[in-house]
């Protein structure tokens, strides 16, 4: 085996540029939204800035390892984030989440190791050679190998991230080959309740799975029950939630998301929609925003960088940042396409799952067309620990890249 | 690989979903920063978006039959409500208002440097007459606006000031502790009594409004695109207190009379009537408190805000001659019949000390029965040296003294029993106890308890020894009266036997209405009442007098406990407090015997 090292015609210099162009932005991003009179922030961009160091070193070595090491580490690894998972419910909490172990010198979130845990148990577990779709049960193993940390984090509670290995596993799983029937009938529950806003919607749905059925041939004895549970749950849900009082729903609602902030219901968004548009086609150029000066959000450097950065650098700004994070994905699929090694393949499939639902849901929520999670903004939101994870994603994407023609 | 052709497929759709999703943001990003850049860049410029609170009315507070006794009224407040232009506004409001201009200057610009876009709170609680004299006025004051907000009112002034407590708002400091809670500037928070204990329960959940503002400040109407978020009012509570016998007991603390009074159903624990005298006007704190009041109750000698029921400790006095007793029975040391080997002629001598019996003349030869009717002090020294420091302190941990009961209140005190490590540490160790044993038999020397401790104690004895924590809270209801919490009852049997408990009940009954009682001033026609005086020793001043009794005696409706500082002797003064206060409670159960009344009266 001979060893690749960067330079060679396969590693994929543009990508890394997509990224640390990024992680630039968002440093000068974070710096930008801390210097507003608050002690305690104006230094964080320097903590920002050893994490970046950091992570860049660890993705250095991240592309020297061959990946078929990381295949060794999968099951390892999953089970010690599920220990460290099952470890941070009993941690003291921080704003009312049990998010982050502290040990002392560093604070760390075990979701973050678990989700590419999972993504690596889940790449070698849906890579075998013996594992196809043939039998619509084969899915309970990936469905529980997902359902067990996205429980665990939901427990937390920390929703958006829950929220992203939903988005892994349905990408890992239609990567695999699953048809776009079977997928369909896969989340038809979901969108199912979904539908039940309204009867006409609703109605409309289940007439186009009975269509659905018959397009794709779908044999009675699978149908029957699919469409069951599509019922079962369309009646279900109105009937549990209308059966709630108002505050009861509200309760609910803030126990699963406790970002939804009840108190600010709106407000939050508001002001960060005001940042956005008020940001214009130039912006109000860098550390001359004027919403972050009134500290409307605690996460302004964190979850919701975005609309700082939109507010400085406009509408030309968020252009670049989304072709930057748009041209980081597209690179990415192509590796992942074309990654003759199964398992390499659905791992850098899985990464870009992770960072394109993270981009999308971020971005969305500071533009108020998602409702409010607390997630971060790959490579620009403030936080060591998922900085330090997106890069070392990152250097496994680049590594599989580099060695994508091996088996 | 088996199945380019569906992975070049699927990288397909994968791209499609990409291009998908992000054209969205596009889209969206393009509409705020484009499309509606001009609304946008209005609401961000001199932030004329503003988010008004809308406090959450406080819950309320009942007694156990629903007489209210806390509520909130409304209270107009000056606010400053622009950013900038508002010396002149302020200066010519504190014209109006007859304030002190420089003041509320400061006070703007010690609370914009937290809020820099926020309204500022100038005056609170404005009388009804500056309230006319600023809206006459409204045209010259641009830069200010009056708001109406919930401030808390207890029904009955200053009765029961220690029980309920009292609520004031978050300053700055206060404010960094508690915005993680949900609190924001200016809230109101309990301080003390069930207004503390009970918070969680009693304060709502404050509702938001948002609005748009034109450069000078004046609202423009609500923001379409933010909900208002409706104020949730806060949970009442019912409290075990029966407001008919509180009323009364605080009314019987006349004359710049300084103590306690507890009043306990054995059966339950419910506190019926919890008293401090001298209490304090709670609606002094409601808008925040002014310098001069509360410099003149933090000054008060006689302490006003201190909740002497709970909080302080005093010597038990010969109320504590019951756990003597107690303890020497449950150890074996005497039956109900022995006699101590001294008989009293009004003093004992132990080492190369003369202990005093209260009575000079001295009681003669007596049994446990007498000793307890008479309060023979010479009779107690001698079980408190046969029991020593340490049958004495065992006793009374496990009657309940030196820890606190756990009423459902703040800042109860534990008392002090003092044991051999505690001498020992104070005295050196091989210091002799046997004088301190019998101080400590008749509840001097070092003992200390809450009046609370020792009702709680005749409580448990008037049940058959089965002790109830004392509680308060009876109910929590949400304001559409969904039940949050019951009444929690918590028994647990002392370790005294059937036969002791019985021959303390019977003494008691005794030092009550037996010729030679001390507690007769407690009599209640028609009733057997129980009870033990106690004139307490008071290092700093006159004797502390105590009553502890509770009646009737075969099915105890009510334990009570009375103690007036510095009053002399328990039967003179605490003892008819007690028995007024009993009757009456007896009286509103319909347990009272009535007298007979001559037919020619009916007529």
Redesign the interface.
């Known amino acids: 085996m001979k060893i690749k090292l960067p330079g060679s015609r396969d590693f994929d210099l543009q990508l890394l540029m997509a990224v640390l162009l990024l992680c630039t932005i968002g440093l000068i991003s974070i710096y930008s939204a801390t210097q507003i009179d608050q002690p305690h922030l104006s230094g964080l961009w320097q903590k920002q800035l050893f994490s970046l160091g950091l992570g860049l070193l660890l993705m250095a070595v991240t592309i020297a390892v061959p990946f078929r090491y990381f295949e060794a580490f999968a099951w390892p690894m999953y089970i010690l984030s599920i220990i460290l998972l099952v470890a941070v419910l009993f941690a003291p909490p921080v704003m009312k989440a049990h998010r982050w172990i502290n040990f002392g010198f560093v604070r760390f979130q075990p979701s973050e190791l678990a989700k590419l845990a999972t993504i690596f148990v889940l790449a070698k577990t849906l890579s075998a050679h013996d594992f196809s779709f043939d039998k619509f049960w084969k899915l309970l193993v990936p469905v529980g190998l997902v359902l067990l940390p996205a429980a665990l984090v939901l427990a937390e509670p920390d929703l958006g991230t829950s929220l992203s290995f939903a988005a892994l596993f349905l990408t890992m799983v239609f990567w695999q080959g699953l048809s776009f029937g079977n997928f369909f009938f896969m989340v038809s529950p979901v969108l199912s309740m979904v539908a039940v806003i309204s009867m006409p919607s609703w109605i409309g749905f289940m007439v186009l799975m009975a269509g659905a059925f018959w397009f794709f041939k779908v044999k009675f004895k699978y149908a029957l029950p699919i469409f069951l549970i599509n019922i079962f749950i369309g009646s279900l849900a109105p009937a549990v939630w209308y059966g709630l009082k108002g505050y009861q729903r509200k309760r609910l609602l803030t126990f699963v998301n406790p970002d939804l902030d009840p108190k600010g219901a709106g407000w939050h968004v508001l002001q960060s929609k005001i940042a956005v548009g008020s940001g214009g086609l130039l912006g109000k150029g860098f550390l001359q925003g004027t919403q972050k000066k009134l500290s409307f959000l605690p996460e302004q450097h964190t979850d919701f960088i975005f609309s700082t950065f939109a507010e400085e650098f406009g509408f030309i700004g968020v252009m670049i940042v989304l072709s930057l994070f748009g041209w980081l994905l597209f690179r990415g699929m192509i590796i992942a396409r074309q990654a003759r090694n199964r398992f390499a393949s659905f791992t850098a499939i899985g990464i870009i799952a992770i960072i394109g639902f993270h981009v999308f849901l971020n971005i969305g929520v500071t533009l108020g067309i998602m409702p409010v999670t607390g997630i971060p903004l790959p490579f620009m939101s403030y936080g060591g620990t998922s900085l330090i994870t997106m890069l070392v994603m990152i250097g496994i994407l680049l590594n599989i890249g580099l060695r994508r023609y091996e088996y | 690989?088996a199945?380019e052709l569906?992975?070049?497929e699927?990288?397909i759709?994968?791209?499609a979903l990409?291009v998908l999703?992000?054209s969205?943001?596009?889209l969206?990003?393009?509409y705020?920063?484009?499309v509606?850049?001009g609304?946008?860049?209005r609401?961000?410029?001199q932030?004329r978006?503003r988010?008004v609170l809308i406090p959450a009315p406080r819950g309320l507070v009942f007694d156990c039959s629903g007489v209210l006794i806390a509520q909130s009224r409304p209270g107009f407040e000056l606010m400053l409500v622009t950013v900038n232009d508002w010396l002149s506004s302020v200066n010519k409001a504190a014209g109006l208002l007859g304030m002190d201009s420089l003041l509320l200057k400061s006070s703007v610009v010690s609370q914009r440097k937290i809020f820099?876009?926020d309204p500022v709170v100038l005056v609170k609680d404005l009388l009804p007459e500056q309230v006319a004299r600023i809206e006459e006025n409204i045209q010259d004051l641009p830069a200010l606006r009056l708001e109406v907000e919930s401030l808390r009112k207890t029904e009955h002034g200053s009765q029961a000031s220690h029980l309920v407590g009292y609520t004031s708002s978050l300053g700055q400091s206060e404010y960094v502790k508690y915005k993680?809670q949900?609190y924001s500037y200016g809230d109101y928070i309990g301080k003390g009594g069930l207004e503390l204990k009970y918070e969680n329960y009693l304060r709502g959940?404050?509702g938001?409004d948002?609005i748009e503002v034109d450069a000078r400040g004046r609202d423009l109407g609500t923001?379409t695109?933010?909900?208002r978020?409706e104020p949730?009012p806060g949970s009442n509570i019912y409290l075990t207190i029966d407001w008919r016998l509180e009323s009364l007991a605080e009314s019987l603390f006349t004359g710049g009379m300084i103590g306690a009074a507890v009043a306990i159903e054995p059966r339950t624990g419910r506190v019926l009537a919890l008293v401090s005298s001298p209490n304090f006007d709670p609606n002094l704190f409601a808008a925040g408190i002014r310098s001069e009041d509360w410099n003149r109750l933090v000054n008060d000698p006689s302490f006003p805000l201190w909740d002497r029921a709970i909080r302080s400790a005093y010597p038990p006095g010969s109320t504590f001659k019951v756990v003597t007793a107690a303890a020497a029975l449950e150890e074996s040391l005497i039956t109900p019949e022995t006699r101590m080997k001294v008989s009293c002629h009004g003093s004992l001598v132990i080492g190369n000390r003369v202990f005093k019996c209260w009575k000079r003349g001295g009681h003669g030869s007596l049994d446990l029965h007498g000793a307890i009717v008479n309060s023979c002090d010479v009779y107690f020294y001698q079980l408190g040296m046969l029991l020593q420091i340490k049958g004495l302190a065992d006793w009374s941990k496990k009657l309940g003294f030196n820890r606190e009961t756990g009423i459902d209140l703040p800042q109860e005190n534990a008392g002090l029993i003092p044991d051999d490590v505690w001498y020992q540490k104070r005295l050196g160790k091989y210091a002799k106890t046997v004088g301190h044993s019998a101080n400590m038999s008749i509840g001097q020397g070092e003992v200390l308890a809450t009046p609370l401790q020792v009702a709680s104690l005749y409580a448990a004895l008037a049940n058959g020894g089965v002790w109830c924590q004392p509680h308060v809270l009876l109910k929590a209801e949400d304001y559409k009266g969904k039940v949050l919490t019951g009444e929690v009852i918590s028994k647990k049997r002392l370790p005294l036997s059937n036969g002791t408990v019985a021959v303390l009940k019977q003494a008691l009954y005794g030092a009550v209405n037996d010729p030679g009682h001390t507690g007769g001033a407690a009599q209640i026609y028609g009733v057997k009442v129980c009870g033990k005086t106690g004139t307490a020793q008071n290092p700093h001043g006159n004797d502390h007098s105590w009553f502890v009794g509770f009646a009737p005696m075969d099915d105890p409706a009510i334990a009570v406990a009375v103690l007036v500082e510095n009053a002399g002797h328990g039967s003179e003064i605490a003892a008819p407090i007690a028995g007024k206060m009993m009757q009456r409670y007896l009286e509103i159960k319909g347990l009272l015997a009535q007298p007979a009344i001559p037919a020619a009266r009916a007529q």
């Open positions: 690989m199945n569906g992975r070049r699927r990288t759709s994968l791209l990409l999703g992000f969205a943001l596009l969206r990003s393009g705020l920063q484009v509606k850049h609304y946008y860049a609401l961000s410029q932030n978006l988010r820099p876009n993680d949900g959940t404050n938001w948002f923001v695109e933010a909900e978020i949730e």
